[in-house]
């Protein structure tokens, strides 16, 4: 059977949870819709982040990116949306994502957010 787009993020026990270590994944063929025109939106999206107790399983995180596809979003309100979705699902110590979205309109857009905030 195949698989379906989830919203649901599988996590897993952290295996070195006594050390700091930094987790990178690519996603290179995000997709999702402009809300105002339906037209599809492509995207890179790139996470960075140092575990806390628990680590994502990168099926359920495929299932969940692809879940979008259909979404009609802006991309500041994605980027945010998404990076809030890991930080509860995972309780990292530190989190960034970055969505570098294709250029459409003669604009090229990349949304980067951050947990914790970093004061300024």
């Not at 952290?14 to 994944?25: G, Q």
């Not at 359920?60 to 699902?89: C, M, P, T």
Request: charged share 30%; proline share 10%.
């Amino acid at each position: 059977m195949p698989s379906r787009p989830s919203r649901e993020l599988e996590v897993l026990p952290n295996p070195a949870p006594e050390r700091d270590y930094e987790v990178r994944l690519e996603c290179p063929e995000f997709t999702c819709l402009c809300p105002r025109t339906g037209q599809p939106d492509f995207a890179v999206i790139r996470i960075v982040y140092t575990p806390g107790p628990k680590i994502v399983e990168l099926k359920s995180l495929k299932l969940y990116l692809w879940s979008w596809r259909e979404e009609g979003i802006f991309h500041e309100a994605l980027a945010n949306r998404i990076l809030q979705d890991l930080v509860e699902a995972l309780s990292p110590k530190r989190i960034e994502l970055e969505a570098d979205f294709n250029v459409r309109g003669g604009i090229h857009t990349v949304v980067r957010v951050r947990w914790p905030q970093e004061e300024r």
